[in-house]
């Protein structure tokens, strides 16, 4: 049986940089180097496996409005961009149906470039509230109802 040795597939290491000093255009839109390729996307998570983001060069064949993407994005990135990722806001305006269509995901292995902002958010944590059992108050045990008033110690 003849197996093949597993390589990576990006022997040059992700380098990611900021905006240059002398960039005008929007702050959280973000040039990507896939596979050789050059793609403009407004990039919603990153993970150590992942970069989910919305691919603005798409928005052309998709029949997707650029102009909103970039009016959702603006105040998405002036208000709440350390809060949650862009798609929660898409997903708040009623908008992600519409959007999913440039929405795609790249494996970071593929990618050797990054130019411009890379939101990273843990989305793996789940936040569990412990709870107390619920009680059965046995059988001829009197129960006193407090009213409002009897609560607040004022008669």
């Known amino acids: 049986m003849v197996t093949r040795k597993r390589t990576r597939?990006?022997?040059?290491?992700?380098?990611?940089?900021?905006?240059?000093?002398?960039?005008k255009g929007y702050p959280f839109i973000t040039l990507i180097q896939y596979r050789n390729q050059h793609v403009?996307?407004?990039?919603?998570?990153m993970t150590a496996k992942k970069i989910k983001m919305y691919i603005l060069d798409l928005?052309?064949?998709?029949k997707v409005n650029e102009e909103e993407?970039?009016?959702?994005?603006?105040?998405?990135?002036?208000?709440?961009?350390?809060r949650y990722p862009i798609?929660?806001?898409?997903?708040?305006?009623?908008?992600?149906?519409t959007f999913s269509k440039i929405y795609r995901d790249y494996p970071v292995d593929f990618v050797t470039r990054i130019i411009g902002p890379v939101?990273?958010?843990?989305?793996t944590t789940v936040h569990s509230v412990k709870r107390r059992r619920r009680k059965v108050v046995p059988e001829g045990m009197?129960?006193?109802y407090k009213t409002l008033a009897d609560a607040s110690g004022h008669l």
Do not use: Q
């Not at 959702?72 to 961009?81: E, G, L, S």
């Not at 929660?88 to 992600?96: A, H, N, P, V, Y």
């Not at 939101?119 to 989305?123: L, R, S, V």
């Open 40 to 45: 403009l996307a407004i990039i919603d998570n």
């Open 119 to 123: 939101p990273k958010f843990d989305m």
């Open 69 to 82: 993407v970039i009016a959702v994005a603006t105040d998405w990135y002036d208000n709440n961009r350390d």
């Open 9 to 23: 597939a990006n022997a040059v290491p992700l380098v990611i940089e900021e905006h240059p000093s002398d960039y």
């Open 87 to 97: 798609s929660f806001e898409f997903s708040k305006r009623g908008l992600s149906e």
């Open 59 to 62: 928005c052309g064949p998709a």
């Open 142 to 144: 009197e129960i006193h």
